[in-house]
């Protein structure tokens, strides 16, 4: 099986202070911050904001762009919002799947039940990643019908990207890897690492190439293979 050490190639900084979630779309990259809750679509070349708006959304986690809607995980709301992708107005809100306590939090004083991250859209399904769970959930977003779940190595999955062969690039943000996984049993074909300091928190994939945002310093940028 490949596995390569990524090089971290950084192409511009994110509106706000702490982006979390990307998704790639032909016209822009769309990103949503966990800090203000704002999405934004940036230019591709120069990072220049071409569209912004607020969100009723809390500690947000993930985007996707699906069915003439924009998706963001609402991670301390414990929901998934439906947006209209033009004003950033939120038509609906349906319960996060896998929502709980994660496993290093387990038993810990204190600990708060957390919602989804990375999130996904392919043939009319939404792939939702769950930290608590280890999984990502394959939902019908018409019925809010889990049809599917697989599991995803590691403690921490975030960020998701399609992959060739239609495989789902899983990254996992305290492990510093980023997993090709196949949707039906979670089997791992590829595995890219990303050496620290860099985080990846949001992922997406744009022209075969994997972007990525760091909330930690604003980074956004390119996972070139070594």
Same mark, same amino acid.
């Given at each position: 099986?490949?596995?390569? =050490? *990524? ?11 702490? &982006?979390?979630?990307?998704? *790639? ?11 203000? =809750? ?30 003439? $809607? =924009? ?9 998934? *919002?439906?947006?209209? &992708? ?17 496993? &290093? ?5 204190? *600990? ?14 939404? $792939? ?12 019908? &977003? ?58 990846? @928190? ?9 972007? $990525?945002?760091?909330? @930690? ?10």
């Amino acid at each position: 099986m490949p596995s390569n =050490l *990524a090089v971290v190639e950084k192409r511009f900084q994110a509106p706000g202070p702490q &982006p979390n979630g990307l998704q *790639a779309a032909p016209d822009g990259l769309w990103c949503i911050d966990q800090v203000d =809750l704002k999405v934004y679509k940036q230019d591709w070349e120069t990072g220049e904001t071409l569209f912004e708006a607020q969100t009723d959304t809390a500690h947000s986690s993930g985007i996707a762009l699906g069915g003439g $809607y =924009l998706w963001i995980a609402s991670t301390s709301e414990l929901k998934i *919002a439906k947006l209209d &992708p033009k004003t950033g107005k939120t038509i609906q809100k349906y319960d996060s799947p896998g929502a709980g306590i994660t496993a &290093p939090r387990e038993g810990a004083e204190g *600990a708060q039940a957390t919602g989804s991250h990375g999130l996904e859209w392919r043939d009319g399904k939404l $792939y939702v990643a769950s930290p608590p769970s280890q999984m990502v959930h394959v939902m019908n &977003p018409d019925t809010w019908e889990e049809l599917h779940r697989f599991r995803t190595p590691g403690l921490r999955n975030h960020g998701l990207a399609w992959g060739d062969s239609g495989r789902l690039w899983v990254a996992d943000t305290s492990a510093g890897t980023v997993s090709l996984l196949d949707t039906g049993d979670g089997r791992v074909y590829d595995l890219v690492c990303v050496a620290a300091p860099d985080e990846v @928190h949001g992922l997406t994939a744009h022209e075969g190439v994997l972007w $990525y945002c760091d909330a @930690h310093t604003r980074d956004v940028g390119r996972l070139i293979r070594g």
